[in-house]
């Protein structure tokens, strides 16, 4: 079993910056795509980026490719979304999320096996 915490949300500015933790434990995080998501209010959750267990291979939605940046320290069981140039639109909770799937983190697949409870992000304008 595998508990993930986010931590490190909270309220910017539109232009700023901010970086948010998934700490897991129960488990090494070693043999585990990670992925974070994000729900909008009065939106479905949706796909942000996925990294792959080695952290060699990450992907992107488009709306966040050049401005946000995954990765990951699996000797402290961590991964990080490193959040830049923020907008408003940005507005969600983001939710970590790990399985042995790299695939299904990346398709967002109903057979992903672990979330974290979400930490909200505000970005003001």
């Known amino acids: 079993q595998v508990q993930l915490v986010e931590s490190g949300g909270g309220l910017v500015q539109a232009g700023g910056s901010l970086r948010l933790s998934c700490a897991a434990s129960g488990r090494t995080l070693g043999s585990y795509a990670m992925g974070w998501f994000r729900q909008a209010p009065g939106k479905e959750r949706e796909f942000v980026t996925v990294?792959?267990?080695?952290?060699?291979?990450?992907e992107y939605a488009d709306s966040v490719k050049g401005r946000f940046t995954i990765s990951r320290v699996n000797a402290k069981n961590t991964v990080f979304l490193q959040m830049n140039s923020l907008k408003p639109e940005d507005t969600a909770v983001y939710y970590c999320?790990?399985?042995?799937?790299?695939?299904?983190?990346?398709?967002?697949?109903?057979?992903?096996?672990?979330w974290g409870k979400g930490t909200l992000v505000t970005v003001s304008s």
């Open positions: 999320a790990a399985d042995r799937s790299y695939s299904d983190l990346r398709g967002y697949s109903s057979d992903i096996h672990y």
């Open positions: 990294i792959s267990w080695s952290g060699g291979s990450t």
